[in-house]
């Protein structure tokens, strides 16, 4: 479930609003607010990537294990730059 959350792009949308929100209301300067947001974002960002790298990484081992595609599902890893993939 934590891993859903941070890795959506929608929950640090919110977290951005939130914040930016909080610091509008204690009459921060807008210099900060930006950098602030800025900083929230780029997070959020890596964040994304991380998790879903590791998803991707994950779904590799898994399917070498196995020892090809599972349930039926086609090679993606062997798409050409057209994104049609070679079944």
């Given at each position: 479930?934590?891993?859903?959350?941070?890795?959506?792009?929608?929950?640090w949308?919110?977290?951005?609003?939130?914040?930016?929100?909080?610091?509008?209301?204690?009459?921060?300067?807008?210099?900060?607010?930006?950098?602030?947001?800025?900083?929230?974002?780029?997070?959020?960002?890596?964040?994304?990537?991380?998790?879903?790298?590791?998803?991707?990484?994950?779904?590799?081992?898994?399917?070498?294990?196995?020892?090809?595609?599972?349930?039926?599902?086609?090679?993606?890893?062997?798409?050409?730059?057209?994104?049609?993939?070679?079944?």
């Open positions: 479930m934590l891993k859903q959350k941070l890795g959506s792009r929608k929950f949308a919110l977290l951005a609003a939130v914040i930016t929100s909080t610091l509008v209301l204690f009459n921060v300067d807008n210099n900060t607010i930006a950098k602030v947001v800025a900083l929230v974002m780029n997070v959020g960002a890596i964040a994304t990537y991380i998790l879903v790298e590791g998803y991707i990484d994950g779904k590799r081992i898994a399917k070498e294990q196995t020892g090809g595609a599972e349930n039926g599902e086609p090679d993606y890893s062997k798409s050409d730059s057209t994104g049609s993939t070679a079944v």
